[in-house]
C-alpha cells in the first residue's frame, strides 16, 4: 500500500470513530430527561432534546458507515487520536448547544460559550440559574460528567476496538491502570461512577434534596462547579456540606492512578505521590497565611475565616469552582493565592486543569537535583525519579524541556488573555483573576463573566476553556498532522 493509500485509509478510520463517539453523544442528549421525574412541568423542552439527539445520532451514523473501513482492531497515533478528539468534540459541542439555542432562545455565542464550559468541566456560566429550567441544570451536570471522564475515555472503556495509547493519551491521559488500554478506562469509569454515587448519598443523608445532590456530586468529582443554585455551595451555609464538598473535590482533583493505589489500600505509595505531597504543602502553607494576613480584620471569627479559606483554596487548586464567599470582597492578597492556585490546577489525568500539579512537582524537584548535584562528585551518575500512580518514574532531561515548554506556552496564553480583558477595560486584578479561571477550567468568576460580558471577553474564554482541557501540545499536533497531510493529498493530487 503505497502512501496516498495508506493516508486514506487511516483517515477513512478516523472519520469512522469520530462516527462512534457522535453517535455517543446522541445517546447522551437523552439523559436529561431523567429530570422530568423531578419536573414533569419541564416536556415542554423534551423536542429539542430529542431532536439534537435525532440529529446527532444520524450524523455519527452516516460518518461511521459512509467511512466503511473494516472492523478490525486498530492502534492510533496520538496525533490521529488527537484530530479525533478534536472533531467529537467540536461536533458534541454544536449539538449540545441546539437545545439551548431552540428552547430557551439563546444566541450562539452564550450557548456555546455554556455548553464549553460543561464539556470542559469549567462550571462559568452566563445563565442565571435561579430562572433556568431543571432539565438544563442536569443536562449541564451530565456535560460536565462525560466532559470530566473524556469522550474518548467513554468511548474506550465501552464500543471502540482500539488497541494502543493514541487515543487514550489524547484525552490528557498517560497513565494506564492496567496493561490493556479498554480496561484501563473502564477502570476509570467504576472509580469515576462509584464516588459520584457515594457523593449523591452522603449529600442526601445531610440534608441536600436528591436532585441538588445528583448536580453538585457530579459537579464535585468531574471538578466542574456548576450549581443549581445561584449562591452555589455557600446557598446552604452547612459546615456537613462543605466538607462532603472538599473531600469530593479532593478526590476529584487526584490522578486515577494515585487512587487505583490508595482503593488497592496502598496508603505509603499513595502519600510517595508527588502530586499529593505538593498538594499538601501548598494548602498547609497557604491556607495560614490568607487566614491571618489577607482575611485579617474581615471576618468577626477566626473559625469562619478559616472555614472559608479551606474551602476557596480547595476549590480554586482542584479547579472545581465552587464557593461560598464573594471574590469581589476579598483583599487582593487572598485573591493573588486564588489566582496562582488556579493556574497550578489538579492532578495529571484527572478531571481537573490547570498547569497540572505534577508538571510543577516535577520543575520544582529539578531545580533540587540541580542544587544537589554540584555538591556530588562530578563521575557519579544520578538516576532521579518522582512516584506517580505505584511506580517510579524516571525523570529524565527530556521530560524537564517538555514540561519547561509546556508551561512557557501555557503562561504565555494566559498573558495574551489577560492582555484582551485589559484592553476590553477591566482591572488587572479581576483579569487576572477571570483569564486564569477559564484556562484552568476553574469555574470560579469575580463578576466579569456574564450575559451582559462582551463577546470578545465570552470567545476569548471559550477559547482558554478549550485550550485548557483538551491542553496545548495535543491540539497543536491534530492541527500539525492535518495540515501536513493535506498539504501532501493534495500536492499528489494535482501532480497526479
Do not use: C
Amino acid at each position: 500500500m503505497d502512501y496516498t493509500s495508506l493516508l486514506k485509509y487511516r483517515y477513512r478510520l478516523i472519520i469512522k470513530y469520530t462516527g462512534l463517539i457522535v453517535m455517543i453523544v446522541g445517546g447522551v442528549l437523552l439523559l436529561p430527561l431523567l429530570s422530568l421525574l423531578f419536573y414533569p412541568g419541564d416536556y415542554v423542552y423534551l423536542p429539542y432534546f430529542l431532536f439534537a439527539a435525532l440529529i446527532s445520532l444520524l450524523v455519527g451514523g452516516f460518518m461511521y458507515y459512509k467511512a466503511g473501513a473494516g472492523g478490525e482492531t486498530v492502534s492510533l497515533t496520538l496525533k490521529e487520536g488527537g484530530i479525533i478528539v478534536l472533531l467529537s468534540w467540536f461536533i458534541a459541542l454544536i449539538f449540545s448547544a441546539l437545545p439551548f439555542i431552540w428552547g430557551l432562545k439563546m444566541s450562539w455565542t452564550h450557548s456555546i460559550f455554556e455548553v464549553v464550559s460543561g464539556w470542559t468541566t469549567t462550571g462559568l456560566s452566563v445563565m442565571n440559574v435561579a430562572k433556568t429550567p431543571a432539565i438544563y441544570l442536569l443536562w449541564r451536570s451530565i456535560m460536565q460528567l462525560m466532559g470530566g471522564a473524556g469522550l474518548a475515555v467513554i468511548a474506550l472503556s465501552s464500543i471502540l476496538p482500539m488497541q494502543g495509547m493514541g487515543l487514550y493519551m489524547a484525552e490528557a491521559r498517560s497513565d494506564q491502570l492496567l496493561p490493556h488500554v479498554q480496561r484501563s478506562t473502564q477502570m476509570i469509569m467504576k472509580i469515576y461512577l462509584a464516588y459520584i454515587g457515594a457523593g449523591v448519598l452522603l449529600y442526601y443523608l445531610i440534608g441536600m434534596g436528591l436532585f441538588d445532590a445528583i448536580n453538585h456530586s457530579i459537579a464535585a468529582i468531574s471538578t466542574g462547579g456548576f450549581s443549581t443554585v445561584q449562591a452555589s455551595i455557600g446557598h446552604w451555609n452547612s459546615v456537613p456540606i462543605e466538607l462532603v464538598t472538599i473531600i469530593l473535590m479532593f478526590l476529584g482533583t487526584i490522578n486515577f492512578a494515585t487512587h487505583y493505589a490508595l482503593l488497592q489500600g496502598k496508603f505509603k505509595t499513595f502519600f510517595r505521590n508527588g502530586e499529593i505531597r505538593l498538594m499538601g504543602f501548598l494548602l498547609i502553607i497557604s491556607i495560614p497565611l490568607v487566614v491571618f494576613i489577607g482575611l485579617n480584620g474581615l471576618y468577626t471569627e477566626l473559625s469562619s475565616s478559616f472555614r472559608d479559606a479551606i474551602f476557596q483554596m480547595v476549590s480554586a487548586l482542584s479547579t472545581t469552582g465552587f464557593s461560598t464567599i464573594d471574590f469581589v470582597f476579598w483583599p487582593i492578597f487572598a485573591n493573588f493565592f486564588v489566582i496562582i492556585f488556579m493556574l497550578i490546577g489538579g492532578g495529571t489525568g484527572s478531571t481537573a486543569g490547570g498547569i497540572k500539579q505534577f508538571r510543577i512537582y516535577i520543575i520544582l524537584k529539578s531545580i533540587y537535583w540541580e542544587i544537589k548535584q554540584h555538591f556530588l562528585p562530578e563521575n557519579r551518575v544520578n538516576e532521579d525519579y518522582v512516584w506517580r500512580g505505584e511506580d517510579k518514574l524516571y525523570i529524565k532531561d527530556k521530560n524537564i524541556r517538555e514540561i519547561a515548554n509546556y508551561i512557557i506556552l501555557y503562561l504565555f496564553t494566559y498573558l495574551s488573555g489577560v492582555l484582551i480583558f485589559l484592553a476590553s477595560g477591566y482591572s488587572f486584578r479581576d483579569s487576572l483573576f477571570e483569564f486564569a479561571s477559564a484556562l484552568g477550567t476553574v469555574g470560579l468568576s469575580i463578576g466579569i463573566t456574564g450575559p451582559d460580558a462582551s463577546g470578545l471577553i465570552l470567545w476569548t474564554e471559550i477559547f482558554g476553556m478549550m485550550l485548557g482541557r483538551l491542553e496545548f501540545l495535543v491540539i497543536i499536533f491534530a492541527f500539525t498532522k492535518l495540515i501536513r497531510d493535506s498539504k501532501y493529498y493534495f500536492k499528489k493530487k494535482i501532480t497526479g
